[in-house]
């Protein structure tokens, strides 16, 4: 296992809540899992990984190691990374629980440490109501208890109430070193331009920024011009499943609905037969970019996001309020009730400047009905 330092930088707030919402630290596991979960989506929209792949109740690619099984191949093959490898395929484990671990297989990807690098107060730099501080001598996060109510009227008290961290960290991840350019640095470079960590990406938290990698101590300057390679020798770049669009603000919202599940005749409420007009939708991350200028503050921005969205959810209420397929179709898209959103409010930046946008992953929703193609 090899040894990688990253730098991270909050864009939007990092909230890493456990099983009782609280978010007294960041917690490895739960970007472990991001990295698992953008790792699925890639592979999967790629092709790879196929839908009879997807453990329905798990909520993931996986797949158990048969331990006997893997004995008895690597006693023909013998114990090197690439024999078990080839045994882990031919028990058609998928490359996600090759890559993050499975009963009775460990992940090839750890954190071995998290560090704050410097004391910060989110709430100081957005002026908000609620105070979180994390101070490097005790690597606590810390909340201001004397909040508003979720009564107040004022939107940000609202969305900003829960603890979460702002500000710059360091992840010590542990590595094999055999995945770490094929596997790891083109994920991370995806992570870094697309990506989400942590919980709460429905309100657009999670975007980080890598400012430094390092192995061993050792900075690494071009850790971001690699494509996958698979382990039988291919080639894939993930660059080949973004779709860009632009969009104004004035755009209507079956507009947006059907520049993203790319179906010509959509058109909301008034659509008939919603399932046929769903079924097989396109395997692409869309980037819906939004123009925006101005004020810099990361809260104005996503409450636009957020009041669009609205308007695409009501988008997406028959004139008929009893038509289930509508309900669900709306719940799965834009999340209800526990669901994921799978259009999620993207903040970037460019040249030192917030940028306002969509992401996509609708595609997912192949994996609850439709076809493997």
């Known amino acids: 296992m090899t040894s990688v330092q990253v730098t991270f930088q909050t864009i939007t707030p990092l909230w890493t809540g456990d099983a009782w ?17 953008w790792f699925e989506v890639i592979y999967y929209f790629s092709g790879i990984c196929k839908k009879d792949d997807f453990n329905k109740k798990l909520g993931r690619f996986e797949k158990e190691v048969n331990r006997e099984k893997l004995k008895e191949c690597l006693a023909k093959k013998g114990n090197t990374f690439e024999a078990k490898i080839e045994c882990l395929l031919e028990q058609g484990i998928p490359l996600p629980s090759i890559i993050f671990g499975t009963t009775n297989w460990r992940s090839l990807i750890e ?22 501080c994390v101070s490097k001598s005790n690597y606590e996060i810390k909340e201001n208890y004397d909040c508003p109510k979720k009564s107040n009227k004022d939107w940000s008290v609202f969305y900003f109430t829960k603890p979460y961290f702002y500000g710059k960290f360091e992840v010590k991840f542990q590595i094999e070193e055999k995945i770490l350019k094929p596997i790891f640095y083109p994920l991370l470079t995806f992570m870094d331009k697309y990506g989400f960590w942590g919980g709460k990406w429905n309100i657009g938290y999670g975007r980080l920024k890598v400012l430094e990698v390092k192995v061993d101590n050792k900075t690494i300057n071009n850790w971001n011009k690699s494509d996958f390679e698979l382990f039988d020798n291919s080639c894939f770049s993930w660059e080949t499943l973004i779709k860009s669009e632009k969009l104004d603000f004035n755009y209507k919202s079956f507009k947006f609905l059907k520049t993203v599940v790319k179906k010509k005749n959509f058109y909301c ?31 104005t921005i996503i409450e636009t996001l957020l009041k669009d969205k609205v308007k695409i959810r009501n988008c997406l ?25 799978k259009i999620l409010p993207f903040i970037y930046e460019e040249q030192e400047q917030l940028k306002c946008s969509f992401l996509s992953i609708d595609g997912l929703l192949n994996l609850e009905g439709g076809s493997n193609e």
């Not at 692409?284 to 939004?290: A, H, M, P, Y």
Request: proline residues 5%; positive net charge; charged residues 30%.
């Open 317 to 341: 209420r028959p004139n008929n309020n009893n038509n289930e397929v509508w309900t669900k179709f709306r719940h799965k898209l834009l999340g209800e009730k526990g669901e994921g959103s």
């Open 21 to 37: 919402q609280d978010n007294r630290e960041i917690r490895p596991s739960s970007l472990v899992g991001s990295l698992r979960f």
């Open 269 to 299: 409420k008034t659509q008939r037969n919603l399932g046929n007009k769903i079924s097989n939708i396109p395997k692409k991350i869309v980037f819906i970019e939004l123009p925006y200028s101005g004020n810099k503050d990361y809260k």
């Open 111 to 132: 954190i071995k440490s998290i560090e704050y690098l410097e004391d910060y107060c989110f709430g100081n730099r957005l002026n908000l109501p609620v105070k979180i």
